[in-house]
């Protein structure tokens, strides 16, 4: 078994690397004060940069990229997750408010560009190798070390201009999002969920029209029931059935 120090070092210089990328790709915008679709693709080009330069390092190294969880979904793990439900429901919620169209169809196509950049980048990282650098440990542990830094990840949002108080609350959304997407990827074997579930989550929030904070607040404590109440299930069922 590899040992704790060599796989903690692992895990720092991972979540080192992944949080430059994210510092750069937000100093950018915000020192050159880009908007909309142009702020988009060149955040969606920094970090695909990154996805590609990891995913390259894999294939040469280790021949291919399975170890980082991009293989065929174990069958049957659809209908024992509800077929990814709740999480359709979560993604799909911010839609309520209407859809961002100002900016026309590039700003759409822009926006999917970066967020499945940031899906690739986050799952990758977080899932395919911090989680998995820790579950010879345990799942309860891998769980809970990847999850919890995927949530302190988002503080970096404060320095692209997010609100400190809302940076807090996705922080927290964040760490318990990390946690079921955890045991999704455990369950299925396959990190491919993961990475759409995720990138469907931002490309819905980032071009939902903007609401009011009383309907955000609203919106985004039914999301965490939803999500928390989820995660229970989930994880009540690996315990029933002693996997855990």
């Not at 950049?117 to 911090?130: D, K, L």
Request: charge should be positive; aromatic fraction near 12%.
């Amino acid at each position: 078994m590899e040992k704790k120090d060599k796989v903690g070092l692992k895990m720092t210089v991972a979540l080192m690397l992944l949080l430059l990328f994210f510092f750069v790709q937000g100093a950018i915008v915000v020192i050159t004060k880009m908007e909309g679709v142009q702020s988009a693709i060149v955040r969606g080009t920094v970090i695909w940069s990154l996805v590609v330069i990891t995913l390259a390092y894999y294939i040469i190294r280790y021949r291919g990229i399975s170890m980082l969880g991009f293989r065929k979904v174990k069958k049957g793990t659809a209908k024992r997750v509800l077929y990814y439900s709740p999480l359709l429901l979560i993604a799909l919620s911010p839609l309520v408010a209407g859809v961002d169209l100002e900016e026309g169809s590039a700003f759409l196509f822009a926006n999917l560009f970066l967020t499945l950049g940031i899906g690739m980048a986050e799952e990758i990282f977080f899932r395919g190798i911090i989680c998995n650098l820790w579950l010879k440990y345990g799942v309860i542990k891998a769980m809970l070390l990847s999850s919890v830094l995927f949530g302190m990840s988002h503080i970096l949002n404060v320095a692209g201009g997010a609100d400190l108080l809302a940076t807090i609350l996705q922080i927290c959304f964040a760490i318990v999002y990390g946690m079921v997407f955890t045991l999704i990827f455990i369950e299925g074997n396959s990190l491919i969920p993961c990475v759409l579930m995720h990138a469907l989550h931002d490309f819905c929030s980032f071009i939902s029209a903007e609401g009011s904070m009383q309907s955000d607040m609203i919106l985004g404590a039914v999301q965490f029931v939803i999500l928390l109440a989820y995660f229970l299930y989930m994880l009540h069922q690996r315990r029933w059935e002693g996997k855990d």
